[in-house]
């Protein structure tokens, strides 16, 4: 880690013992550090993989306490869209759209600023209310207990489960909230999809789910699993849909078969990371190459995939760090590197020699934003996506 770090929150961590099968016989998969500001503080994230060798559910174990990830999303920076939204609305209204209640409450957990989406869901039912922990957020609610018991019909929560050490807990208090019958919508990252894509970086993933280890400690909640698909709001992830149910049974999965799959899906993301690392290590040589011959340099996008660039690398002096959400601009100051809004480089992106783009997600539109703005159409050789596929997909 870079020895410029300084003044970083370090997390307490505690050892987890397995949601789905409450077994304490792990396999060790893998370990990484990240760093990563938010409002008021810098915090330092160490990531430790495991899969359980009885049930195959993968998790961190030691995570961070939950009273301390509490604090840490409580510190505001929420999703910055002025380029575009980190989700489809057309495909979650596709599934809203089913389980309809005209007169009924619909409660939308860690939402962040979905006013379009709710807009939205209004067609479908009668209040709409959101229990959002940042405090930059305006929200109904801070917490899901705070919801009055029996009150609501529908509740979703799209990529929030993977980021709650006490899951059971979570789910409990949804499972409270719901009406008898009531629906709950669920997203997150599907493990078996791993091989294809960097998920495995997101390092405030404290859960890996397979839809069989989602609806194992799902029902240890009580919710039968009614729905699921591939089709989701956001790229790599698993739907389901569950049914609030007090006449169910306990659930106790103990398959080798799921252990021995999601081990191959963890070690396939392993080896897209490995990728990516090899890029990146590439990526600086050509840096320094152009930098001692003059050339400008164009990073855009305050990510982890930079911040893994700029571990024990100094940025040269012809190379400006840009992103378009501007309060980010103290993000890099641990390494002693300034970020800009693009609009306030635009003469420096147009003559750059290379644009490296950190962001592949947005890759789209930060290209459209470039020509729009410059007139510049970047050749292949000029503009490279750290963080996508062969074919230039996103992988993150």
């Not at 396999?27 to 938010?38: G, T």
């Not at 003059?294 to 995939?305: I, Q, R, S």
Request: some cysteine; hydrophobic content about 35%; aromatic content about 8%.
């Amino acid at each position: 880690m870079n020895s410029r770090m300084a003044d970083i929150i370090e997390f307490k961590m505690e050892v987890r013992k397995c949601e789905c099968c409450g077994g304490n016989d792990f396999e060790p998969v893998w370990s990484n550090q990240s760093i990563v500001r938010k409002s008021t503080a810098t915090y330092r994230f160490n990531v430790h993989v495991v899969v359980c060798r009885r049930c195959g559910f993968c998790f961190t174990s030691p995570s961070p306490t939950n009273e301390d990830l509490t604090h840490f999303y409580a510190d505001g920076l929420s999703g910055y869209k002025e380029i575009s939204l980190p989700y489809s609305i057309e495909n979650r209204i596709s599934v809203l759209e089913r389980y309809s209640v005209p007169y009924g409450n619909f409660v939308e957990i860690s939402g962040d600023h979905p006013e379009e989406f709710h807009r939205l869901c209004s067609d479908f039912f009668g209040t709409i209310q959101s229990v959002e922990l940042s405090e930059e957020i305006p929200s109904n609610h801070r917490n899901i207990n705070d919801i009055p018991p029996n009150s609501a019909d529908v509740i979703a929560h799209y990529d929030v489960l993977e980021h709650v050490t006490n899951v059971r807990d979570f789910l409990t208090g949804c499972n409270r909230a719901l009406k008898e019958g009531g629906i709950m919508v669920c997203e997150v990252p599907d493990v078996r999809l791993y091989p294809r894509n960097l998920l495995l970086l997101e390092f405030t993933h404290v859960n890996h789910f397979s839809l069989t280890t989602l609806a194992t400690i799902a029902q240890k909640c009580g919710f039968r699993l009614i729905e699921t698909s591939h089709i989701c709001s956001r790229p790599f992830g698993l739907l389901a849909v569950f049914r609030k149910d007090k006449s169910l049974n306990d659930l106790n999965l103990n398959s080798p078969l799921e252990f021995i799959d999601t081990l191959s899906c963890v070690k396939g993301g392993i080896e897209q990371i490995n990728r990516v690392q090899k890029h990146i290590k590439s990526l600086r040589e050509r840096i320094t190459e152009l930098n001692n011959k003059g050339k400008k340099l164009t990073l855009w996008g305050v990510t982890d995939l930079l911040r893994h660039l700029l571990d024990n690398f100094r940025l040269p002096n012809y190379a400006v760090v840009v992103d378009s959400d501007p309060r980010r601009k103290t993000h890099l100051q641990n390494y002693s590197v300034k970020v800009f809004e693009p609009k306030k480089k635009i003469a420096h992106i147009q003559n750059s020699a290379l644009i490296a783009i950190f962001a592949p997600r947005y890759k789209t539109e930060i290209v459209e934003w470039i020509v729009q703005k410059t007139g510049k159409r970047f050749s292949s050789s000029e503009l490279q996506v750290v963080g996508s596929g062969p074919s230039g997909e996103s992988l993150c």
